[in-house]
């Protein structure tokens, strides 16, 4: 049997034509679908289809010569963050009002620059772009969620508590930072990557002049708390009217920065080896010193009891002369000789 040939612009269907199902009683079907719907179960629509209103948006990245720790804890800030968005890292050549026009590009209203200086000094800026303001910190004792290893979890891109110190409230810089921090790190509501779950918190609490950030889980049985990570303290630096600079609001009087500091410690110890130094050379001078001659020996006098003088008598006589006994010993070597 020859195979079947084609003709240009025909169609060859094999397939059969489905056939057409006619019911008799439309009144059967009905009553099935309805009895259908009834036995259905109904869930309700998930909090997240709610409609998006607050379209905050953080950039979060770095510049050049940051380290490993650096580096994962801007992935950590990234990952606890749904609506953040990552950029290249930028030139160190570059200046910072640069940093509004990525944030323009990027459809960013706010901002987390990390600035690396030296390969050990970190600063972080907190900025809102493009009007400002703008806080610099610098960012000590980091330890990241890979390096903490800690028991807590919590559901990726569910929405954070942020629980603040009752010492925001009492200073208007901090209060200030404290409105930063909020439209900064709080999950918008109904935000399409987030989660419908409140099971973290956020705690910013003030010691010793600075500003520690802490991740907490919630948990579901007893309200306990415990610890995810990651963790940093923030040394504020200066607050600034506008983003990335301008008019500054507030200067801390306390703030010694890292480069005064080493110096500090180079000094100190520079002071120490010069001590040691001069203690060697004034034992070196003492010992090459000449010893002093004394004429008379303070100590002599020390054993010295003092005694009644007796009166000197002087012999005008000479005294007699004592008697030698001759054979002194014969006696007794002739009872020896005799008792043998």
Known sequence: MSAFKRKRGQTHVDKKAKKVKIVADGSEALAKAEKEKTNEITIPAPVSL????????????SSRGINFRTRHLMQDLRTMMPHSKADTKMDRKDKLFVINEVCEMK?????????????QDLYMWISN????????????????LAELKMTGNC??????LLSFDPKFDKEPHYALLKELFIQTFSTPRYHPKSQPFVDHVFTFTIADNRIWFRNYQIIEEDASLVEIGPRFVLNIIKLFQGSFGGPTLYENPGFKSPNMHRRE?????????????????????????????????????????????KPVHIETEAPEPKMVKKNKHKAFKRQRMARR
């Open 50 to 61: 709610g409609k998006w209103t607050n379209k905050e948006r953080v950039l979060i990245f």
């Open 129 to 144: 772009s493009p009007h400002g303001p703008s806080a610099k910190f610098l960012v000590q004792n980091v330890h990241t």
């Open 155 to 160: 559901l990726k891109g569910s929405r954070p």
């Open 107 to 119: 459809n960013c209203n706010k901002c987390i620059f990390f600035e690396a200086k030296k390969k």
């Open 265 to 309: 410690i180079r000094l100190a110890a520079a002071a120490r080896v010069r001590e040691k130094q001069m203690v060697k050379e004034m034992q070196k001078i003492k010992r090459t010193e000449a010893k002093e001659d004394l004429d008379r020996d303070v100590t002599a006098d020390v054993f010295l009891t003092p005694a009644e003088e």
